[in-house]
């Protein structure tokens, strides 16, 4: 005679940036995999086109406009998330921008405080945020996944806003990883370089991307859909294993020794 066993409850992950790029290719591959994804961005549309119809009628997606530099928006994001499914499993801190693509001594102030405000002040405010309702969780903690850069390592020219903040990412993912101990919470990073996004095309990767020695060269890239398969594999971990940080470039680019 079987008996039914209850199933446990499909983890939850926000994901934030879920509109476009590596966010989007994420998230429709933690979506196929059977999680609950929170989806957080600027404007709906994109979010809903992320999701797709199916997983929105069945309840496996939540979209929720926000943008990740403002405290309000971040705190009703986490609010919507727990009280609609009651827990937060995983962040993957992914929303970024660019910024300004000039030499440093013409970077203006607002295009600065922009970069900032997304790249370096929203992966604080989203970390912060996840942790508070991780630390609930014990004993079951959680895991926060930044979407670090290549940049965090080694910067591109005509990039220092970018990699600036990059660099400011990687010291929260360790700081998260430190402080996250106690509570089982962990922390780790993903570098991504030139996976196909629109952020690769707008640096002129795909065409002919500056480099070091003033030359521009078109640089290989690699499909996102595997760099979305590294974050779902950290996603995935059982609770006593970590990446801590993770490398994953296309082969043959210009990172080991930028010129």
Not at 29 to 57: C, F, H, M, S, W
Not at 210 to 233: K, M, N, Y
Request: proline content about 5%.
């Amino acid at each position: 005679m079987s008996t039914l066993t209850e199933q446990p409850p499909r983890p939850v992950v926000v994901v934030t940036g879920a509109g476009s790029g590596i966010g989007r290719a994420v998230t429709g591959q933690l979506l196929a995999a059977g999680y609950r994804v929170a989806l957080a961005g600027r404007r709906l549309a994109p979010l809903e086109a992320t999701a797709g119809d199916a997983a929105l009628a069945e309840g496996s997606a939540l979209c929720v406009v926000t943008d990740v530099s403002r405290p309000d928006d971040v705190g009703r994001l986490f609010d919507l998330v727990t009280d609609h499914w009651g827990r937060v499993d995983v962040l993957f801190n992914n929303a970024g921008s660019f910024g300004p693509t000039v030499p440093v001594e013409d970077i203006g102030l607002a295009e600065w405080e922009q970069t900032v405000g997304v790249n370096q002040t929203g992966a604080l405010l989203c970390a912060a945020a996840a942790f508070r309702v991780m630390k609930a969780q014990q004993p079951q903690g959680g895991r926060i996944i930044n979407n670090g850069s290549i940049s965090s390592q080694s910067p591109r020219p005509h990039a220092a806003a970018y990699a600036m903040t990059k660099h400011a990412v990687a010291g929260l993912t360790k700081s998260l990883e430190l402080e996250g101990r106690r509570y089982g919470i962990t922390a780790g990073q993903i570098d991504i370089g030139n996976a196909t996004t629109g952020m690769m095309a707008s640096v002129g990767a795909l065409e002919g991307a500056l480099q070091a020695d003033g030359r521009r060269l078109t640089e290989p890239t690699f499909d996102v859909a595997h760099a979305a398969s590294a974050v779902v594999f950290m996603a995935g971990l059982p609770a006593g294993v970590t990446v801590n940080q993770l490398t994953m470039t296309a082969a043959g680019m210009p990172f080991q020794g930028r010129g």
